[in-house]
């Protein structure tokens, strides 16, 4: 039976990933609380350490692509290299403004992928993000005149959608919820470390602790699996990575609005100021804009956005 780092093709990711991101390291958990959650800690830990030097052995269950290569855990704080780190079944995942992401294995594809990163403006990162994913799982051609299944619903969530999403449809009838993304990032002496967390639910699940109504990718693609995923989508992320911190948003524009769910949706929102209104698309920055009489811009990270009728 092969081992967990040869099912999930550590060794292949490692290859096609290291050139883009020197010194990257690929590490598969069969158990974790959080995958941000822990590459975080070891970042504040290599930060914190005399000498920026942490090493705890034996701390982890990972295994690293390449053995001869430094573990994070080894490296001095100064070199915050890269890491994707992929939990089997994550117990303690977290979404977006504090809530539970449930990860069962085979089931979910759950991972983190830690990077410096410095672009000019981090304004619409996590849209950035969503766009590499759904393009990865759910390629169109440039001129193809039918719709999306894989939708965009800002800031951080991706959706597969019922039918052709249209202005003025009833929000019950868009689609579900399909997988979120949590970035978060922190500073180890003069540089910022990315991290960027995906969950995906990939094959049906009976879980308690999950709503009704959302969706998996066996249901685009019958054969889906955690594994095939991630090789479908790691190469796409740090690419659009990489472009983001070198462009930022404003080039992505036009492929977001392709697939943004809320376009043309009434939806209600947490700013006082602007409890409800339609949305009309992004813009070059990546706020929301909304009309509520005057048109306003919702910045991520300030507010949250729900579909009137009970849409997440």
């Not at 704080?77 to 294995?105: F, K």
């Not at 719709?147 to 689609?175: F, V, Y």
């Not at 949706?265 to 929301?288: I, K």
Request: aromatic share 4%.
């Amino acid at each position: 039976m092969p081992n967990s780092q040869t099912q999930w093709g550590a060794e292949a990711l490692w290859q096609q990933l290291e050139p883009l991101l020197p010194g990257l390291s690929v590490e598969v958990l069969a158990r974790a609380e959080s995958t941000n959650t822990l590459l975080l800690d070891r970042a504040r830990a290599w930060a914190g350490a005399p000498d920026g030097l942490v090493t705890r052995p034996g701390e982890l269950d990972g295994r690293s692509a390449d053995r001869e290569r430094p573990t994070p855990l080894g490296r001095r704080g100064a070199d915050i290299q890269p890491c994707l780190l992929v939990a089997e079944q994550q117990t303690r995942g977290r979404g977006r403004l504090g809530r539970d992401w449930v990860s069962s294995a085979g089931a979910s594809l759950t991972f983190s992928l830690a990077l410096p990163l410095a672009p000019a403006d981090w304004s619409g990162l996590s849209l950035a993000v969503g766009l590499a994913l759904a393009e990865a799982l759910d390629p169109l051609p440039a001129e193809a005149p039918t719709s999306p299944r894989l939708m965009l619903k800002w800031p951080n969530d991706l959706w597969l959608a019922e039918g052709p999403a249209q202005p003025g449809q009833a929000s019950g009838s868009l689609g579900r919820k399909l997988g979120g993304i949590l970035i978060e990032t922190v500073n180890v002496g003069h540089r910022r470390l990315c991290v960027v967390g995906v969950g995906l639910n990939v094959r049906p699940q009976a879980v308690p602790e999950l709503p009704h109504g959302y969706a998996c990718l066996a249901e685009m693609q019958a054969e889906a699996s955690a594994p095939a995923t991630l090789a479908a989508v790691a190469l796409p992320l740090v690419r659009a990575l990489l472009r983001f911190e070198a462009e930022g948003f404003a080039p992505l524009q036009g492929a977001y609005a392709r697939r943004d769910l809320l376009q043309g949706q009434p939806v209600t929102t947490t700013l006082a100021a602007v409890p409800e209104g339609v949305a009309e698309g992004v813009d070059e920055r990546g706020a929301l804009r909304v009309r509520s009489g005057d048109l306003h811009s919702l910045v991520s990270g300030e507010v949250s956005v729900r579909l009137q009728g009970g849409g997440a």
